[in-house]
């Protein structure tokens, strides 16, 4: 079971906009402003989408964004388009004895 | 640009040690970075194994904690994991990945390799 819950599955068509979730504790999501957000496609590496909750790193498109509210914290990814059609995976600091746990995934169909 | 590259024995037999390097070019295991590990097995989700730091510390997963040794070796510029007593669900997806300087996400990614533990 995974330290952080994310949604199983989410859809949405082209252009629109979908939000994934990501729920923790107040003892990682809730307690530290240390959230990222990876994509994975099939067969290949993760890649950062978004880091310390809301940043953005070089090259990442202004179509993905992050927050965070309380425990929970979010991806949305709007305009959508077939590219991002993709795994994604959140992931909080949890302390110096945890330092990283997961959320189990969220699969992305675009229709 | 850093580059990560695994290499290791695509199969090991249950009861065994997995031996995995990561080869770091592009930058040095000298800096201030964390140096992960991270598995997936197939069809699964990711979960975090451990990491060290350039200084030699080290966090392990809780629940791997007791069969999980990372090591570094500055002067091949790469980090190791070893995993002891493995069983068929340790079969999966093995990547390394670094942990940013100053913050706690994973900047650079290895492509990941299959070890799959079987007789």
């Known amino acids: 079971q995974s330290a952080l819950t994310q949604p199983a599955s989410v859809s949405g068509s082209p252009g629109q906009s979908i939000t994934i979730s990501c729920t923790g504790t107040s003892s990682n999501v809730g307690y530290y402003n240390l959230v990222s957000w990876y994509q994975q496609h099939p067969g290949k590496a993760p890649m950062l989408m978004i880091y310390e909750v809301s940043k953005r790193p070089s090259g990442v498109s202004n179509r993905f964004s992050g927050s965070k509210s309380g425990n929970t914290a979010s991806l949305t990814i709007s305009g959508l388009q077939a590219e991002d059609e993709a795994d994604y995976y959140c992931c909080s600091y949890a302390g110096s004895s945890a330092s990283r746990v997961f959320g189990g995934g969220t699969k992305l169909t675009v229709l | ?119």
């Open chain 2, 1 to 119: 640009q850093v580059q990560l590259q695994e290499s290791g024995p695509g199969l090991v037999k249950p009861s065994g040690t997995l031996s995995l390097t990561c080869a770091v070019s592009g930058g040095s295991v000298s800096s201030s970075n964390w140096w992960s590990w991270v598995r997936q097995p197939p069809g699964k989700g990711l979960e975090w194994i451990g990491e060290m730091y350039h200084s030699g510390s080290t966090i392990y997963n809780s629940s791997l904690k007791s069969r999980v040794t990372i090591s570094i070796d500055k002067s091949k510029n790469q980090f190791s994991l070893k995993l002891s007593s493995v069983t068929a669900a340790d079969t999966a997806v093995y990547y390394c990945a670094r942990g940013a300087s100053r913050s706690w996400f994973f900047d650079y990614w290895g492509q990941g390799t299959l070890v799959t533990v079987s007789s």
